[in-house]
């Protein structure tokens, strides 16, 4: 019955725990609730009695990029798409600035545009992305590109934050046709105060966004910038997309909170076109940067102009590209911007703007010719075409100005010096560092070594003592005498180990003092050194045109166009022309005076020879050819001369030998005959001697006297029968008797040497008449070689 009982209670309990398991199971694969967003803390807009602005909101000329192209009335912008320009962004600043107070402003895509260019494929780089919509704030005469610098900050449509060409998450990613919105945030009784926040179709996109420092204090004027869209930017009354909380737009800002910027036309109703005129190198673009900043309104069209803009807008360009100030090398790997299509594009549409320009081709606005091809650009009667002429002494403030660039220059030469010392020095202090912690750990392994060593000697030590008093204590006999050793032992053993111990705590002190050493002098490196600051010399302060690590001219250009250089005229087809530093003569005199410091110094590159000259250059050839045929001639007879005279002294060489030669023979030939002679009387006498022992032996010798007498008188008949060679036959030209002594001198065989050796062989011969025809033979064999 007990078991009957427990077994429903197990069942519920097994199917309690199943249906536990299961809402447990069921609770783990819910998802996680996702974070409940802060609370809103912008507050409805109070009533405000206090004046409005009357003057519509506006995008006015001057505060927008040269392709933007708005509607009548300025709520739609549009960009041009054509000649490279569609890869630049498009930017516009409104008229009106918030300075305190808060103020709300919207803008929406209503169109994103295919630039269709085939420009980008293949091996050239495409400029990313291709549309796109940012929104933002500025200040006053900042650049029109948001994002690039550090005067503006703005949304992007993948909600970024940008500023200063850094780009930080900040809210939801915003398509084509929502409506962009943008709280400025200034109000100092607000929580959010100098915030901006971005709203996408009245919804807060983005938590309130702190303003940079640099942006605190100042006046924000609404901004947008576009690539390759239409926008339609509203700054009205009524939101195109309400707020969860009721707050101001821009138009219906007070006076008191805003400053308007206004763009009054000129009274004539023409634009100034400013053309300057300055030397290469001569502080052109120093002054165009002073005139700039004394004129804010003026647009610069130059090719500097065109490439800041092209890497503002993000496209890419490879590091030290520039070969001049002028004409600087675009290589964006861009058809239309590496070929400066772009640049044609940007005149095609400067002259249909009503806004003051300064053109600034440093080449083209010294040549006539250059000049009137531009001139022609602004031939509408809305522009006042100036030229403005900068050369000979400068003014007092462009002195200034220069002082100053050369002091910012010096310094940041000696602050990249100081920054590559800083460098070397820490360098160095690591691989000091590193030879310390090499030379520690060598310390410590030594450290550990000698620790073990001593180690295995006391428990060595100790063993052998337990081992002794083990021993000892086993003799009961001597328990009383070993008792007092074994605490001797101990003591002594305790010694050494108090010993051990006050030295690792000598060497721990040692190696906390090294280890502070090390630590203070590494805070003392790590301090940082204040950069030197630098002054200006006598000499310094002397320079009135700075020295540029960039030429304003290429090499090439200068040398062929610097003869051209010419001072503008007013019949060129100025309005104006203005001499800002000289006077007129003295600008000519100046130029002058420069031109031709040029040509003792410049390589010409393209000099041309003319009719005259080459006709005098055919005479010069035909005269020098002439006067090489006489040389010619006349080396021809000096040859002949020198020739006929080494003939005579050759052939005189040659009798010389053949004479010596002769000379030579005829001795060793009366040599050979007094050998013979010689020879003779030995073989008588003894032929004497024996006939005197036996009579057959005188017999035989009288027999062979007739004989040997007979082939002497026909030697001697046959030698007056050949005929002596005729020193014509011999040696009848210079070539042989040259070759003969040639032969001689080489193989040692002279007329002496062949004398020596007539002799030598005379001696060796045991008969004369075999010497005397052996001679014969290695003569004539030579002789005929």
Same mark, same amino acid.
């Given at each position: 019955?007990?078991?009957?009982?427990?077994?429903?209670?197990?069942?519920?309990?097994?199917?309690?725990?199943?249906?536990?398991?299961?809402?447990?199971?069921?609770?783990?694969?819910?998802?996680?609730?996702?974070?409940?967003?802060?609370?809103?803390?912008?507050?409805?807009?109070?009533?405000?009695?206090?004046?409005?602005?009357?003057?519509?909101?506006?995008?006015?000329?001057?505060?927008?990029?040269?392709?933007?192209?708005?509607?009548?009335?300025?709520?739609?912008?549009?960009?041009?798409?054509?000649?490279?320009?569609?890869?630049?962004?498009?930017?516009?600043?409104?008229?009106?600035?918030?300075?305190?107070?808060?103020?709300?402003?919207?803008?929406?895509?209503?169109?994103?545009?295919?630039?269709?260019?085939?420009?980008?494929?293949?091996? &050239?780089? !495409?400029? $990313?992305?291709?549309?796109?919509?940012? /929104?933002?704030?500025?200040?006053?005469?900042?650049? @029109? %590109?948001?994002?690039?610098?550090?005067?503006?900050?703005?949304?992007?449509?993948?909600?970024?934050?940008? &500023?200063? !060409?850094? $780009?930080?998450?900040?809210?939801?990613? /915003?398509?084509?046709?929502?409506?962009?919105?943008? @709280? %400025?945030?200034?109000?100092?009784?607000?929580?959010?105060?100098?915030?901006?926040?971005?709203?996408?179709?009245?919804?807060?996109?983005?938590?309130?966004?702190?303003?940079?420092?640099?942006?605190?204090?100042?006046?924000?004027?609404?901004?947008v910038s576009y690539k390759n869209a239409t926008v339609h930017v509203n700054f009205g009354s009524t939101p195109m997309a309400p707020l969860p909380f009721t707050c101001r737009m821009v138009q219906d800002a007070t006076k008191a909170d805003v400053e308007v910027s206004t763009h009054k036309a000129p009274d004539d109703g023409k634009y100034d076109v400013v053309f300057p005129v300055s030397l290469p190198d001569e502080g052109s673009f120093d002054w165009l940067d002073l005139f700039m900043e004394k004129n804010p309104t003026y647009t610069e069209l130059s090719d500097r102009m065109v490439l800041d803009w092209a890497e503002k807008s993000g496209l890419w360009r490879p590091k030290g590209s520039n070969s001049c100030n002028d004409k600087p090398d675009m290589h964006f790997q861009v058809p239309e911007l590496d070929d400066s299509s772009v640049r044609r594009a940007v005149y095609s549409i400067a002259p249909l703007q009503a806004r003051n320009y300064v053109v600034m081709e440093v080449k083209s606005n010294l040549i006539e010719d250059e000049r009137k091809e531009i001139l022609n650009r602004f031939s509408t009667g809305t522009f006042k075409k100036t030229a403005l002429v900068t050369m000979g002494e400068p003014t007092a403030d462009f002195k200034k100005r220069t002082t100053e660039l050369v002091l910012k220059q010096k310094q940041e030469a000696s602050d990249k010096t100081f920054e590559l010392q800083q460098l070397e020095a820490q360098r160095k202090k690591q691989m000091e560092k590193k030879v310390k912690e090499m030379e520690n750990m060598r310390k410590a392994l030594e450290k550990a070594k000698k620790k073990a060593e001593k180690q295995a000697e006391k428990e060595a030590n100790k063993k052998a003592a337990e081992e002794k008093k083990a021993a000892e204590a086993a003799a009961k006999a001597a328990a009383k005498a070993a008792a007092e050793p074994a605490a001797e032992g101990e003591e002594k053993m305790e010694e050494e180990e108090k010993e051990e111990k006050e030295e690792e705590k000598e060497e721990e002190e040692e190696e906390e003092v090294d280890e502070k050493e090390e630590e203070a002098a590494e805070e003392a490196v790590e301090l940082e050194e204040p950069k030197p600051k630098v002054e200006l010399t006598a000499e310094d302060k002397k320079i009135v045109f700075r020295t540029r690590d960039i030429k304003d001219l290429a090499p090439f250009v200068m040398s062929t166009t610097f003869a051209k250089f010419s001072v503008p005229k007013k019949a060129e087809g100025f309005d104006e022309v203005k001499f800002e530093w000289s006077k007129e003569a003295k600008c000519e005199e100046y130029l002058k005076t420069w031109i031709l410091d040029k040509k003792l110094n410049t390589r010409i590159e393209d000099l041309a020879p003319s009719v005259w000259f080459q006709q005098k250059w055919k005479e010069w050839l035909s005269t020098v050819q002439s006067w090489h045929g006489e040389l010619g001639k006349y080396d021809n007879r000096i040859a002949k001369k020198k020739a006929e005279k080494l003939s005579k002294q050759a052939r005189k060489l040659a009798d010389k030998a053949r004479k010596e030669a002769e000379k030579v023979r005829k001795e060793a030939l009366k040599k050979a005959a007094a050998e013979k002679a010689e020879a003779d009387k030995a073989a008588a006498e003894k032929a004497a001697e024996e006939a005197k022992e036996g009579g057959e032996a005188k017999e035989g010798e009288e027999e062979a006297k007739p004989m040997e007498v007979d082939e002497k008188k026909e030697e001697e008949e046959k030698k007056e029968e050949e005929p002596e060679v005729a020193p014509e036959q011999d040696m009848d030209d210079e070539e042989g008797g040259t070759k003969r002594k040639a032969l001689w001198d080489l193989l040692g065989d002279g007329p002496a040497d062949k004398k020596a050796k007539t002799d030598d062989d005379a001696e060796k011969a045991p008969d004369g008449a075999e010497a005397e025809e052996a001679a014969e033979a290695e003569f004539e064999a030579a002789f005929k070689d």
């Open positions: 019955e007990e078991a009957e009982a427990e077994e429903p209670k197990t069942a519920d309990a097994e199917m309690k725990s199943a249906e536990g398991e299961t809402a447990e199971d069921a609770k783990m694969e819910e998802p996680p609730k996702a974070p409940e967003p802060p609370k809103e803390l912008e507050e409805d807009e109070k009533p405000c009695s206090k004046p409005k602005i009357k003057d519509p909101v506006a995008f006015l000329t001057p505060d927008t990029t040269l392709n933007v192209l708005p509607s009548v009335n300025s709520s739609i912008l549009m960009c041009m798409k054509d000649g490279g320009i569609q890869h630049f962004h498009a930017g516009a600043r409104a008229s009106v600035g918030v300075s305190k107070g808060r103020y709300f402003f919207e803008a929406k895509v209503v169109e994103f545009l295919h630039s269709g260019d085939a420009a980008a494929q293949g091996t &050239h780089r !495409k400029p $990313r992305p291709d549309n796109f919509l940012r /929104i933002g704030v500025s200040t006053a005469g900042s650049t @029109l %590109v948001l994002g690039a610098t550090e005067d503006n900050v703005c949304f992007d449509t993948d909600g970024s934050v940008v &500023h200063n !060409k850094t $780009r930080l998450p900040g809210g939801t990613k /915003i398509y084509r046709e929502a409506v962009m919105g943008v @709280l %400025v945030n200034l109000d100092k009784d607000s929580p959010n105060y100098q915030t901006l926040s971005l709203f996408k179709d009245g919804k807060r996109a983005s938590q309130p966004q702190p303003l940079p420092d640099c942006l605190k204090g100042k006046t924000l004027y609404p901004h």
